[in-house]
Nanobody
Framework: QVHLVESGGGLVRPGGSLKLSCAAS????????MSWYRQAPGKVREWVAV??????????NYADFVKGRFTISRDNPWNTVYLQMNSLKPEDTAVYYC?????????WGQGTQVTVSS
């Protein structure tokens, strides 16, 4: 059974940094691309970043609104994907979710809250 658990969210001031983690289980992690999404209050869930299975730099893509500020990475032996978030802005406030699509379906974690406020 696929299981995704996000952690690392919290309250941070504008300009600050946070590193989110997503621990995965129930599938062969190293074989699949992993994504981060976010959902702000009253808004639809939006895609943030994706990393291919091998995690090489050429296999990373970002939404325009996070390019240059966020970095996605993965540690395949530890079945974990990360999102390093720098230069955070109030508009980055949202619940952040990790996501995977496997042959059996699409799966989401429970999310971790990120609040950027002074």
């Amino acid at each position: 059974q696929v299981h995704l658990v996000e952690s690392g969210g919290g309250l941070v001031r504008p300009g600050g940094s946070l590193k989110l983690s997503c621990a995965a289980s129930g599938f062969t992690f190293r074989n699949y691309a992993m994504s981060w999404y976010r959902q702000a209050p009253g808004k639809v869930r939006e895609w943030v970043a994706v990393i291919t299975s091998d995690g090489l730099d050429g296999g990373k893509n970002y939404a325009d609104f996070v390019k240059g500020r966020f970095t996605i990475s993965r540690d395949n032996p530890w079945n974990t994907v990360y999102l390093q978030m720098n230069s955070l802005k109030p508009e980055d406030t949202a619940v952040y979710y990790c996501n995977v699509r496997v042959p059996e379906g699409e799966y989401w974690g429970q999310g971790t809250q990120v609040t950027v406020s002074s």
